[in-house]
């Protein structure tokens, strides 16, 4: 079994840094890709941004990509995402997801941030 718990949220001005960090615990996730989503007040859960196993691979949304980064160390069990240039439309919680293939095995309670401008 594997925890996924997410930190580095809060609150920012517009134009702000923060980086997450998803850590897990119980077993290694370096054989996941992980997935971040974010969910605003009334609305749906949307994908942020996604790196695969390895690090190899990385994609993001697109009103994400440019400021956004997300990163791994397998060595550290954590995946991190760089968030730069924050928007008051990047508010929401964050969540991490582990994702073996198409299928979605372990998810993270989520961690807040809420940018004011």
């Known amino acids: 079994q594997v925890q996924l718990v997410e930190s580095g949220g809060g609150l920012v001005q517009a134009g702000g840094s923060l980086r997450l960090s998803c850590a897990a615990s119980g077993r290694s996730i370096s054989t996941y890709n992980i997935d971040w989503f974010r969910q605003a007040p009334g609305k749906e859960r949307e994908f942020v941004a996604a790196i695969t196993s390895n690090g190899g691979i990385t994609s993001y949304a697109d009103s994400v990509k440019g400021r956004f980064t997300i990163s791994r160390d397998n060595a550290k069990n954590t995946v991190y995402l760089q968030m730069n240039s924050l928007q008051a439309e990047d508010t929401g919680v964050y969540s991490c997801?582990?994702?073996?293939?198409?299928?979605?095995?372990?998810w993270g309670h989520g961690t807040q941030v809420t940018v004011s401008s």
């Open positions: 997801a582990a994702r073996f293939s198409t299928t979605y095995a372990y």
